[in-house]
């Protein structure tokens, strides 16, 4: 079996990318969740204000994951970190090291940059649980994910009487 390799995303991949999105997003049971599209990603990952990075893994030239992330900052840390986003092997080559491979590349970036840590969000039910805590991650079990999204963002941010 042929090492797997990890890249940075480029522009040319962004059709890869949409289709890793949508695999992933079929695999947590929301197949029509995905609203971006090739050229959204081109614009919003490779444009001149890059909203996200990408890494994609290889294996013997062949596209076998990705990881998408973004940035966030702490105030306790004083530093930057890695948000991850998507993450995505396909399944023939799980349990071949490729997200392995790609989460140390982010690992490898988070330390080059003095960046603090690396966060990411995992279903209750995804197997993948265990392959995080494995490498250190840490489940942080009083703290929930709220998300507001949808009508309900549109809501409140309609100006109110008491508004100043």
Not at 9 to 38: C, G, N, Q
Not at 39 to 55: M, S
Not at 78 to 105: K, S, T, Y
Not at 129 to 142: A, L, Q, S, V
Request: hydrophobic share 45%.
């Amino acid at each position: 079996m042929s090492a797997v390799i990890v890249r940075a995303a480029k522009v040319e991949d962004v059709e890869l990318l949409h289709r890793f999105s949508i695999d992933l997003a079929t695999y947590e049971d929301e197949p029509d969740a995905v609203t971006s599209t090739p050229q959204t990603l081109a614009r919003d990952g490779f444009g001149a204000d890059p909203k996200f990075a990408a890494l994609i893994a290889e294996r013997g030239g062949t596209p076998v994951g990705f990881a998408l992330y973004t940035f966030n900052y702490s105030v306790w840390t004083a530093a930057r970190g890695i948000f991850i986003e998507d993450i995505w092997v396909v399944p023939e080559e799980r349990r071949g090291g490729v997200a392995r491979a790609l989460m140390a590349a982010l690992a490898r970036a988070c330390v080059a940059k003095g960046y603090k840590r690396i966060d990411l969000n995992v279903l209750d039910w995804n197997p993948a649980r265990g392959f995080y805590e494995r490498m250190g991650f840490r489940w942080i079990k009083n703290w929930l994910p709220y998300r507001l999204s949808g009508e309900a963002l549109v809501s409140l941010a309609k100006p109110s009487s008491t508004d100043p």
